[in-house]
């Protein structure tokens, strides 16, 4: 990996852990009202909101890891690249 990707995949995977985080936060905040609002209406969309922000939190995790996969394939690719010019 060059300098260069290494700090494009580090600044890309710590703005999806900031993100990750901040939908943590989310689903904190919406546990105790999605279990002890007295309202059914809030409390339904307390939970629906909280299962949002937990499915999006798996989608930043799976962003992350297909970034880290990606920036992998790339460096394979440049080996691959590199063999296939000397055997030339």
């Known amino acids: 990996m060059t300098v260069n990707s290494e700090d494009s995949l580090d600044e890309y995977r710590t703005s999806i852990v900031k ?3 901040q939908l943590m936060d989310m689903v904190k905040a919406f546990q105790k009202p999605s279990e002890e609002e007295p309202d059914q209406f809030k409390r339904v969309v307390s939970k ?3 299962k949002y922000a937990i499915i999006m939190e ?3 995790h799976n962003l992350e ?3 880290i996969l990606n920036f992998g394939l790339r460096d394979q690719n440049e080996m691959l690249k590199n063999i296939v ?4």
């Open 65 to 67: 890891m297909f970034a």
């Open 58 to 60: 798996d989608i930043f």
């Open 85 to 88: 010019n000397q055997l030339a």
């Open 48 to 50: 629906t909101f909280r």
């Open 19 to 21: 993100k990750k985080e």
